[in-house]
T-cell receptor, first 113, second 115 residues
Framework: DSGVTQTPKHLITATGQRVTLRCSPR?????VYWYQQSLDQGLQFLIQ???????AKGNILERFSAQQFPDLHSELNLSSLELGDSALYFC????????????FGPGTRLTVL | AQKITQTQPGMFVQEKEAVTLDCTYD???????LFWYKQPSSGEMIFLIY??????QNATEGRYSLNFQKARKSANLVISASQLGDSAMYFC????????????FGTGTRLQVFP
């Protein structure tokens, strides 16, 4: 158990819908990252937050948005869902320091029908 | 652009034997970090080992060691005394530079350990 929690574990929805994925980082970790894992794109970095502020952005679609709240939990919002958004979405957190190893949550498997 | 290459889509190893999973990287930065993660069939990503670009010694964590050859830009994972529970996907990843913490992942190697 990495200490990072994600809810829900599975999500099935229809095209055009909007969903919210939630992540709680490990106690004390200020950074939260979101990654998408799909069969065709592999593991891709989406976005990073550090202590409530956006720190880095990757290949995140405009239909997707995220935020980190004062209690450091984070939410990833996916809207106008398409079939191709079906993937495993990971949240990770890391402590401050040079290593910055990232500890991943169990993931949310999103299926868009 | 930074890139991670894992050329072995699949590997087989017999229980109790050692196995090496290959990883090469491409970066123009002097400061970077290299990571290996394990993803079992259950789906979670498990952090295994880290090597910093300035670390002079190869990293080791229990049965895992990282064979870091900076000039060749390779960071191979060595698993000693393989166990059946080692069967999983293994991903090599890189964090580049000081200004970003994002990880760039390779395509992974599926390791199967047989009795």
């Amino acid at each position: 158990d990495s200490g990072v929690t994600q809810t829900p574990k599975h999500l099935i929805t229809a095209t055009g819908q909007r969903v919210t994925l939630r992540c709680s980082p490990r106690s004390g970790d200020l950074s939260v990252y979101w990654y998408q894992q799909s069969l065709d794109q592999g593991l891709q970095f989406l976005i990073q937050y550090y202590n409530g502020e956006e720190r880095a952005k990757g290949n995140i679609l405009e239909r997707f948005s995220a935020q980190q709240f004062p209690d450091l939990h984070s939410e990833l919002n996916l809207s106008s869902l398409e079939l191709g958004d079906s993937a495993l979405y990971f949240c990770a957190s890391s402590p401050a320091g040079a290593r910055n190893e990232q500890f991943f949550g169990p993931g949310t498997r999103l299926t868009v029908l | 652009a930074q890139k991670i290459t894992q050329t072995q889509p699949g590997m087989f190893v017999q229980e109790k034997e050692a196995v090496t999973l290959d990883c090469t990287y491409d970066t123009s930065d002097q400061s970077y970090g290299l990571f290996w993660y394990k993803q079992p069939s259950s789906g979670e990503m498990i952090f295994l080992i880290y090597q910093g670009s300035y670390d002079e010694q190869n990293a080791t964590e229990g049965r895992y060691s990282l064979n870091f050859q900076k000039a060749r830009k390779s960071a191979n994972l060595v698993i000693s005394a393989s166990q059946l529970g080692d069967s999983a996907m293994y991903f090599c990843a890189m964090r580049e530079g000081h200004n970003t913490d994002k990880l760039i992942f390779g395509t992974g190697t599926r390791l199967q350990v047989f009795p």
